[in-house]
């Protein structure tokens, strides 16, 4: 007994820091220059996630990243599921904690030395999307329609982004995913700072143009 609870210790302890590193891995950046030779981070808008990807490797390759960027969230937080069980008081409060360090592993890279990051939105979603399917699939639908609406990506994610505590509060009633959506959400507004300073200036491009360097 005591050394099945030391296992679940060392599983809960240890578990975060593997969501860090495994929201470190920068797919977009390895995708981009396994295939096509091409350094992400010096093109276009310089960011590693699936929209850049898309616009200077072609719209494959950016689904192929947006799909493992939310990979990387949604079997980071069903291993902390599986972890905790049911019936510890904290077990939401632990999930929220795993869903965090693989969404700040994806900003914030160890691989490229804390810098170069994503924007997250798509690793938030793989987390959310476990946590609660349905508060994901409402997010979904508002982030098409105010994407297709405005033909800006960044549109849709800032939306979706400032919905996503309200909905996720809604649907869970679970004050720690409220607070975890809640961070998740201000810190995406924190690297959209640029493209929201582009669309009040209206110079954000669309996403099938280039955009500008």
């Known amino acids: 007994m005591a050394a099945m609870e030391l296992d679940k210790i060392i599983s809960l302890s240890g578990l975060p820091i593997l969501a860090f590193l495994l929201g470190s891995i920068p797919w977009g950046l390895v995708i981009a220059r396994r295939i ?33 960027d939310i990979f990387k969230g949604s079997v980071s937080v069903y291993l902390a599921m599986i972890v905790v069980g049911t019936g510890w008081q904290w077990s939401e409060g632990y999930i929220s904690f795993v869903a965090l360090a693989v969404f700040l592993g994806h900003l914030y890279p160890v691989y490229l030395k804390f810098n170069n990051g994503g924007k997250g ?10 946590i609660s399917p349905g508060a994901s699939a409402i997010i979904i639908v508002i982030f098409f329609l105010t994407a297709w609406a ?3 990506i960044s549109v849709g ?6 919905a996503l ?33 582009r669309l009040l200036s209206g110079t954000e491009p669309p996403f099938r143009s280039k955009p500008p360097c």
């Open 36 to 68: 096509t030779a091409i350094d992400i981070r010096k093109q276009g808008s310089g960011n590693i996630g699936a929209t850049n990807v898309g616009r200077l490797a072609g719209i494959r390759l950016g689904l192929l990243t947006l799909i493992l």
């Open 121 to 130: 939105v798509a690793t938030a979603l793989g987390c959310f999307f476990i």
């Open 165 to 197: 505590p309200a909905v996720v509060c809604w649907v869970t009633d679970s004050i720690a995913f409220c607070l975890c959506a809640l961070t998740v959400a201000v810190l995406i507004f924190i690297r959209h700072r640029e493209n929201i300073k």
């Open 157 to 162: 994610s800032l939306i979706g982004s400032a």
């Open 150 to 152: 405005s033909k800006r």
